[in-house]
Structures are given as C-alpha cells and as structure tokens.
C-alpha cells in the first residue's frame, strides 16, 4: 500500500493537524436561509456560506450550537433534529429526527463525544428550558441520561484532556449571564465538577452561545458570545483568552449567530502536509505534483493511490484544493512545513 509505504519513508509520525476551519450557524435575516459561515482559525470569514438542512430552513432560528468529529464531519441540531455536514459544508444531511430523547424539545447544545457509544462516537444534547442532559447515539437512541443539573445550559464543548463536558449557560432564566461550568461525564457522570469553569471576564457580557472543543488535545474551546455584536473567541480550559473577540457580524453582515463547530480531521494525521507526491518527504520534488494535484484531481489520485490529496495538498487547511493553496504551499515549502 502506498499509504504504508510513506509512512515507511518518513520514518516518523506526523503531528496531527490542528483545527482546519471554523463553521459559524447564523439565523440571518427574519425569514432566512438559515445558513452556516465557514471561518478560518484566525477568525477570518472566508465568505462560504452553506444553506443549513430544509428542515431547519421552517425553524425560527435554525441550527443552534454545533459539534465535530474526528473526520471532518460537523453537527447542528435545532427543534427537529440533527443535521450533519462535510468539512467544507457540503452534503448537509439530517441524520436524527424529533427533540432530544428524555430532555424533549429542541437541540440548543450538542457536543461530539469520540468515546461514545462503543467507539462509534455519540452526542450530548440539552436544551435551555430544561434541566436534563442526553447522551445519544448518531441514529438518536438514548444512551445516558441525567437530570437536576444546572437550569439554562446552552453551549456544550467536548474536553478531550479529560473526556467531560464544559457548558456555557444561557443565564436568561438563572442571572448567571454568560457562566461556564463543566460535568463530569465519566468518573461520576451527571455532577457538576466542583472548582471547574468561571463566572467572570468575556463570558460574563451577555447570554450563552454555541462552544465546541478542539480535537488536538489542546483542550481549547470556541465560542459564541450572543451580544452586540455577536462575537467568536478561543479559550483554553481555565478561561483565558487564546484567539480573538472576532466581531461576526461585522463579517457577516447578519445577526443572530448561535452555534459554532470546529473542522479537525484526524485522517490527515498519517500524511506530511506538502508532500504531494507522497514519497513522506516534503522538498521541491513536490512542486510538480502540487500543480498535478491542484490542475488533475482524477489523473493524481491514480498515480498516488491510498494517498489522500486534501490532507497533502491542502496547504490552507480550508477544506478545499485550489489556487488559493498556490501561495501557502511555496511559503510551506520555504520553511519546511505547512502552516
Ligand atoms: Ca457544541
Ligand atoms: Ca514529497
Ligand atoms: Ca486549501
């Protein structure tokens, strides 16, 4: 297998790739199309936007908070289900249909869970007007359930340093506008972790919004201020600050964002970015294979099979294979490494 063969060559494993995009669902104007805006990790707007599923379309607000797996594959959920889509927004798809099993009413927070469900990977679900948790499986069957927790819950964001959940609370009904706090979801599932999460700072403006974890190990989260404007920031997992306040609407030009999902795809973590011709070495051997990848997608996954074209020549980690990659890829190459 070609595939074997670069990893061979290479001699080491590659760092995974950190987040890749960020995916921002927005209600827009009164009476849509809802949709779903695709940022960079420096919270750019790329200018994408993607129509979010029909059934969301007859929602008032659409998607609310989103999740990510770990091949690039995000999740939104509103009052009549959960919808998925690939990392470049495409294929949007409606893979669980009704309210949250044992919660009821509408998805207001998701997160992924990679453990869940026997390795499968499942879903934590809450909805603001209710006090439940839900973990379900991607066809929606309850798998866990718990209850009496904190009232207001919004945002829910996967911790993959320590497997529980952060949630950033509404704070409409509570008064505790904008507050995180975190439930164990694994030693003494169902309890509020004493002495985790904040009630201060950035937080603290306004009410909840959607949060979703980064898959690196990291341990950081994005989330969604509901305020004015609707802002976007990275956290780590003791609160502070790591990327932004991203003003979103100033980028978009629309109010009302609510979930966010952040793109990783651990398919890539057995490529070396750059290397378009998959021999595990990124050089100027590549420059041809780059154009061959970029100008003959069909012609370069025959010569290079089992070698995975968006996680070699990808260079801008936006989900896409195109000109825009041109300058990114000789700046990689002059220092070595994908950015
Ligand atoms: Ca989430
Ligand atoms: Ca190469
Ligand atoms: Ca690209």
């Known amino acids: 297998m070609k595939r074997?063969?670069?990893?061979?060559?290479?001699g080491t494993w590659v760092t995974p790739l950190l987040a890749q995009s960020v995916w921002v669902s927005?209600?827009?104007?009164?009476?849509?199309?809802?949709?779903?805006h695709e940022f960079d990790t420096n919270g750019v707007y790329t200018t994408v936007s993607v129509d979010q599923v029909a059934g969301a379309q007859s929602s008032s607000w659409g998607y609310r908070d989103g999740a990510a797996d770990?091949?690039?594959?995000?999740?939104?959920?509103?009052?009549?289900?959960?919808a998925r889509h690939n990392a470049d927004g495409s294929g949007g798809v409606q893979i669980i249909s009704g309210g949250i099993p044992f919660v009821g009413g509408t998805w207001h927070g998701l997160a992924f869970d990679p453990t869940g469900d026997g390795g499968n990977g499942s879903l934590w679900a809450v909805n603001f007007t209710s006090d439940r948790l839900a973990e379900v499986s991607l066809s929606g069957a309850l798998l866990n359930s718990y209850s009496n927790l904190a009232l207001d819950m919004y945002g829910l964001a996967y911790d993959d340093t320590d497997g529980n959940l952060w949630v950033h609370l509404n704070g409409i009904f509570t008064g505790r506008f904008g507050g995180v706090i975190k439930i164990n979801i694994t030693t003494n599932p169902g309890t509020i972790m004493a002495g985790q999460g904040w009630f201060t700072g950035f937080w603290f403006i306004n009410h909840?919004?959607?949060?979703?974890g980064f898959h690196d190990g990291s341990g950081w989260m994005a989330a969604i201020n509901q305020a004015i404007p609707d802002e976007l920031g990275f956290y780590d997992s003791v609160g502070n600050m790591?990327?932004?306040?991203w003003d979103l609407q100033a980028q978009t030009g629309i109010t009302g964002h609510l979930g966010v999902a952040v793109v990783y795809d651990e398919t890539c973590a057995v490529f070396l970015c750059g290397d378009a011709n998959c021999d595990g070495l990124f050089n100027g051997g590549d420059i041809d294979a780059f154009?061959?990848?970029?100008?003959?997608?069909?012609?370069?996954e025959l010569q290079f099979p089992g070698c995975d074209r968006l996680c070699l020549v990808d260079i801008n980690h936006d989900g896409r294979v195109d000109g825009g990659d041109i300058d990114p890829f000789f700046a990689?190459?002059?220092?070595?490494?994908c950015p």
């Open 26 to 36: 927005a209600r827009g104007v009164l009476g849509g199309p809802h949709q779903i």
């Open 208 to 212: 909840g919004g959607g949060m979703s």
């Open 332 to 337: 990689a190459l002059g220092v070595g490494q």
């Open 242 to 245: 790591v990327g932004g306040p």
């Open 70 to 82: 770990r091949s690039a594959h995000i999740f939104y959920g509103w009052e009549d289900g959960v």
């Open 4 to 10: 074997a063969i670069c990893l061979l060559i290479a």
């Open 291 to 300: 154009f061959f990848a970029l100008g003959d997608p069909t012609a370069w």
